[in-house]
């Protein structure tokens, strides 16, 4: 320890020797601890995660800083107070003596705060490490602006999967990526300065070979998916109309299985690159196919673009251009009323339900609770005291809280996706004949209504017991197509034609 200086030859005390000084050293020497032992965890762990550089590289250094300052400023006193010496002439720099049943107080006390410290600084580093590793952390910490992704998350078929095996996955050169974004992100949520919503698509996303291809195989064949879509009409009786597809969603490798339909673009067989002109990637003008076998090139382009994309700005089309919300599905007003109303939640006994229900959804409200008084209000106004209002007022304002985000701008309207193409572009921003070759005869296949699926049976009651294997044309419950359209010209997830 700090054994009484002995009498002359006296050394001029060492200013170090105060009680600052001393816990100052303590902290410093925990946080040296700490960061060690992070940056092993960091190094071998088998996930990375950026949080965790946070915590390793700024808070442990931060408290590495502060332990080293408390050294000095110890230091500093004691030296002033060694330049103009108290009253009783001795500097009174600190002397432990183990004799003074005072000293022997004063260092247990501080000899087993230091070892408790020590110990909670390895036990704290150990459980945050593991927290930031947590669904929890990611979608509840920062409350308020990831409740969106978090509340469609625990709809998703990937409610299982954890938000950082998509988000940041595993390698070196991502992870420094993701640990400058996740900073960045922490940053932003303190100060209260992210952006509502937030922007997509997500520009350091991983790619989906080291994300999404880690769990599915792309050259998995699928075949044909047996897919039903249920819908009502917006008029008086709420008339049903269901559609049921056989999806031809094929392979992308050939000898796999038969090769073709949808999942074509897998990358595997074929290279697809495009070139968007807006940042949500819905306006594609140049499409690129490169055969894996020939080598062979095949550009299109719209009539209005002519030339070649900038340098670096086309992009390879991967799962996530088509599956762009695996995990945060916002269904639309329209899709969430429907199957309400096809499990009986909402009666579709009340006349105009439909049509209500989704005028109630789309109205603009400030905040969660406005949005509940609206709901019912619209309800209650229209069919008063009728016994099947209760429920579907419950099951509309159970709607808008699982789907609709006020406070981060956040709902279908906000994130586009891109799976098929009713009611939004999706497919469409490629497949709409107006994407042509050089010499203007080969377009992207699309006019063809069978170049994706099939309808098997279409209409209500009867009709849908009635399978067409070959396949059937469309009818279509809002009068004839027009070829000119895309059906999110009227089609937007609210109510038609708006
Ligand atoms: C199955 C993979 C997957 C999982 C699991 C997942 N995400 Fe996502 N997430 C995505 C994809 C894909 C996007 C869309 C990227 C784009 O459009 O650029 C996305 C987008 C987001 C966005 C941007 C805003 C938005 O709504 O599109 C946020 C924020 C987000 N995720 C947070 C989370 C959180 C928090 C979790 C865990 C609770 C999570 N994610 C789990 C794949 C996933
Ligand atoms: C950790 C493993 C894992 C990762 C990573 C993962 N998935 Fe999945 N995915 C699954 C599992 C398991 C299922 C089956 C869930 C079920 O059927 O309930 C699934 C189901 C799916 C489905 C069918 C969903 C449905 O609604 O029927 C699609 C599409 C899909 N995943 C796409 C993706 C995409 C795109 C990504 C990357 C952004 C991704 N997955 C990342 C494990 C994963
Ligand atoms: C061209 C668009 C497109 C691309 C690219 C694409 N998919 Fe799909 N995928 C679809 C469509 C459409 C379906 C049909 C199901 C649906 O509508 O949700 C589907 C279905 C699936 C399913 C569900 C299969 C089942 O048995 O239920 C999985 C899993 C899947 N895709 C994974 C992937 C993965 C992984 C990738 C990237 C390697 C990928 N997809 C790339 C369009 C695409
Ligand atoms: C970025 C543009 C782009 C998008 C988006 C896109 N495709 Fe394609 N798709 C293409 C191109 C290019 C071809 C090749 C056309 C050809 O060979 O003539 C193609 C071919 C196909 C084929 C024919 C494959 C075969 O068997 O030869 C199907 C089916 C298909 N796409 C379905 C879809 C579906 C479903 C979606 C939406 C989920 C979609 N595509 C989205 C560009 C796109
Ligand atoms: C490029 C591929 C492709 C082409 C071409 C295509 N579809 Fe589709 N269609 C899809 C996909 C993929 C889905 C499934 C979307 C989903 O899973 O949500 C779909 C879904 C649908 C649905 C059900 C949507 C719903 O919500 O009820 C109808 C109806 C439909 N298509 C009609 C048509 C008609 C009519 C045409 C011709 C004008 C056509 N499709 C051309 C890919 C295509
Ligand atoms: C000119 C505008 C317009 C276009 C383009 C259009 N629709 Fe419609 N669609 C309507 C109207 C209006 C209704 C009737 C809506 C109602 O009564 O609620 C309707 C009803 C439907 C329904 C049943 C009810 C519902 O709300 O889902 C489906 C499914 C549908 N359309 C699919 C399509 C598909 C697929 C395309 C593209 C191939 C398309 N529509 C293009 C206007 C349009």
New binding site residues.
């Given amino acids: 320890m700090f054994p009484a200086p002995a009498t002359p030859p006296r050394e001029p005390p060492s200013h170090f020797k105060n009680w600052l000084s001393l816990a100052g050293a303590i902290i410093a020497l925990g946080s040296l601890f700490a960061f060690v032992f992070l940056v092993a965890i960091d190094t071998f762990a088998h996930n990375r995660n950026p949080y965790l550089g946070i915590l390793t590289y700024i808070v442990a250094p931060a408290f590495l800083v502060l332990g080293l300052a408390l050294i000095i400023s110890g230091w500093w006193v004691q030296h002033r107070q060694a330049a103009q010496p108290p009253e009783g002439g001795e500097p009174r720099a600190l002397t432990i003596d183990l004799s003074r049943p005072r000293d022997r107080h004063y260092l247990l006390l501080f000899g087993s705060g230091a070892v408790v410290f020590l110990l909670m600084t390895a036990f704290g580093s150990y459980q945050t490490y593991h927290f930031t590793e947590s669904?929890e952390f990611?979608?509840e910490t920062c409350h308020g602006v990831?409740k969106?992704?978090?509340t469609t998350?625990h709809h998703s078929a990937?409610a299982r999967?954890?938000?950082a095996?998509?988000?940041i996955g595993s390698g070196a050169s991502w992870y420094v990526k993701s640990k400058i974004s996740g900073a960045y992100q922490v940053y932003a949520t303190t100060f209260n300065k992210y952006e509502r919503p937030?922007k997509?698509?997500?520009k350091n996303?991983r790619p989906a070979q080291e994300?999404c291809e880690r769990c599915h195989w792309p050259e998995k064949f699928t075949g044909n998916l047996d897919r039903t879509y249920m819908h009502y009409l917006s008029d008086k009786k709420n008339t049903p109309y269901t559609v049921r597809l056989s999806l031809r969603v094929g392979g992308g490798q050939p000898g796999e299985g038969f090769f073709g339909g949808i999942h074509w673009h897998m990358n595997v067989a074929n290279r697809v690159e495009y070139y968007a002109t807006d940042p949500q990637r819905q306006t594609i003008p140049w499409i690129r196919i490169t055969s894996a076998a020939s080598g062979e090139v095949r550009i299109y382009r719209t009539k209005d673009f002519q030339g070649e994309p900038p340098a670096g700005a086309s992009r390879v089309m991967d799962c996530?251009d088509c599956h762009?919300r695996?995990?945060?599905a916002y269904q639309t007003a329209n899709q969430a009323v429907e199957v309400d109303m096809a499990l009986g939640k909402i009666s579709t006994m009340l006349p105009y339900i439909k049509q209500t229900a989704v005028q109630a959804l789309t109205k603009d409200y400030a905040g969660m609770d406005q949005a509940f008084e609206g709901i019912a209000a619209v309800l209650r106004h229209k069919y008063q005291t009728a016994d099947e209002v209760a429920p579907a007022i419950a099951a509309v304002q159970r709607i808008y809280q699982e789907n609709f985000f006020p406070a981060m701008k956040?709902d279908w309207r906000t994130?586009p996706n891109n799976i098929g193409h009713k009611d939004w572009p999706g497919c469409f921003r490629c497949h709409d004949d107006k994407h042509r070759t050089v010499d203007g005869n080969v377009a992207v296949r699309s006019s063809d209504c069978t170049a994706c699926h099939t309808i098997l049976a279409q209409g209500r009651g009867e009709e849908l017991a009635r399978l067409a294997p070959q396949g059937m044309e469309f009818k279509h419950p809002g009068g004839d197509l027009d070829p000119d359209l895309l059906c999110s010209d009227c089609h937007n997830g609210g109510l038609q034609g708006k």
């Fill in positions: 669904v990611c979608g990831m969106p992704e978090f998350y990937h999967v954890s938000c095996e998509c988000h937030i997509t698509p997500i996303l994300t996530i762009n695996p995990a945060h956040a994130y």
